[in-house]
Every structure is written in C-alpha cells, then in structure tokens.
C-alpha cells in the first residue's frame, strides 16, 4: 500500500510538473510572440491615420483658398474715379500731351495662358479662383516698379515666365518712380496724358504681351511742358483704346510725388 502510494504521490507531481510547463510556454506563446509581432502592424496604422489626417487638413486649407466655404455670388464692384472729372478717351487723345515711355518687352505672338502652375492651390497666393476670373477679364495690369507689386503684377496677368526677360529701367533708390504697363492682346503705340488721365492708344489683337515704362514725372506736365503743383499723392486712370477712342481695358494706380 506504501509503494501505490508514493507511486501515486510521484505521478501528481510529474503532472503538477507538466502543468506548469505547459501554463508557462501557453503564457509565452500567447502574449510574448504576438506582441513582436503585432506591435509594428499597430505603429504602421498609427503612421497612415496620420498622413490620411495631415492629407485631409492640407486639402481643407487649398479648397478654403480655391472658393468660399459655401456657394454664394461675388460681384466686385466698380470703383468710380476720384479724379474730379474724367473726359471721353477722345477728348484726351485732341488735347493731352503725348508723353515718352519706354517698351522693355514685346512679343507679338505670346498666347494668354488658360492656367499657370504658380497659380495652383499649393502655392495658396494666387490660387484664389474668383480673383483669377476677376483678373482674366483685363487686359490692362498698371503698377508701380518697387519689387512687391511688380511682382504681384506678374503672377496676376500670367506672364512671371518672362520675368527674366523684362528688364524695367528702375531707379535702385526710387523703384516707384517707374511705373509699369503691362498689355494683353494689345499693341500700344502712343501714350497721351490730360490731368489724371492717362490715355494708351493701340491696337487690339488676338495675341501679344506688351510691357511698358512711365516715368511718373512725365504724367505731371501740363500742355505747355512745365511741371503743375501737385499734392503727396494722385490718383491716375489708365484707359487702354483703339486708335478711335474707344475703351478696351481700364486701370487706376495711386501715385505718389
């Protein structure tokens, strides 16, 4: 009876044994392999909600640029004037001044683009899709020469491709003496000037790029040649006519004596 018992005493203990060893390799199988392997498949997933995240944030912002948040009409309106009069472009043409200016680029066959990749949502500045409508319906950019709204000026009408090409005879120390036209399907040819009106006499066409050069001091001279008293600053109607006065585009810049 000893020996059956300590036969059975020796054979819960082999089993108790066995148990142990197979709750521990259960354990390690269980919760010590998938971890190794689970833990890299969670910071995976974690990584792409990030990027989808980042993605969705980048496109809001581009759409908030491109449109208005919800459909609605936009119609700029128009800006009278505050010269104290202004004449029929016809009158001016009979008894202004022709002034001098100075072409620094022209090119007769450039094609106006529909679209250019400066204007792209990415780049957020000029992606804004009203304002490019908006400046698709001129032909006729004014500016002054200092750097931001030449620049400005540029992108706007689509032509900073030939920035490089267009050398504006600027005064490093006065940029804003100089003042720039640019001319969209329009080849200028006379420029005659009448108090605040500035009257740009050419000829319509179906392509072409034409920029222009003022001197500002040269739109301050009366019919008989001599400088008129001027306050700090004046405001100049550019109007961009056929050669029988009719009007084919219009600019104001505020200029400064």
Avoid at 45 to 74: C, F, H
Avoid at 115 to 140: D, M, T, V
Avoid at 210 to 233: H, R
Wanted: overall charge negative.
């Amino acid at each position: 009876m000893i020996l059956i018992k300590n036969l059975l005493e020796r054979t819960k203990l082999i089993i108790y044994i066995l148990v142990i060893i197979i709750a521990f390799l259960v354990f390690a199988l269980a919760y010590h392999e998938p971890q190794v392997s689970i833990k890299p498949v969670r910071e995976s997933q974690l990584d792409e909600t990030q990027k989808l995240l980042r993605e969705n944030q980048g496109l809001r912002e581009r759409l908030a640029r491109l449109e208005p948040v919800t459909p609605v009409k936009i119609v700029t309106a128009h800006k009278p004037s505050t010269t104290a009069f202004t004449l029929p472009a016809i009158s001016v043409m009979a008894e202004g001044t022709m002034i001098p200016f100075t072409t620094v680029y022209h090119d007769n066959t450039w094609v106006r683009p529909d679209y250019e990749p400066y204007w792209h949502s990415n780049n957020g500045q000029w992606s804004n899709l009203p304002g490019r409508i908006r400046s698709s319906y001129h032909r006729l950019f004014v500016t002054l020469g200092t750097k931001s709204l030449w620049n400005e000026t540029i992108h706007e009408s689509g032509i900073a491709e030939l920035a490089d090409q267009i050398k504006l005879p600027l005064d490093k120390n006065h940029p804003g003496d100089t003042i720039a036209v640019v001319a969209l399907q329009h080849e200028i040819f006379d420029v005659v000037v009448l108090n605040n009106q500035v009257i740009l006499i050419g000829t319509p066409s179906r392509t072409g790029v034409q920029v222009l050069a003022i001197q500002k001091q040269d739109l301050v001279q009366s019919v008989s040649g001599e400088l008129e008293a001027q306050n700090d600053s004046q405001e100049y109607l550019f109007q961009m006519v056929t050669p029988d006065g009719y009007e084919i585009d219009y600019s104001s810049v505020i200029v400064n004596f």
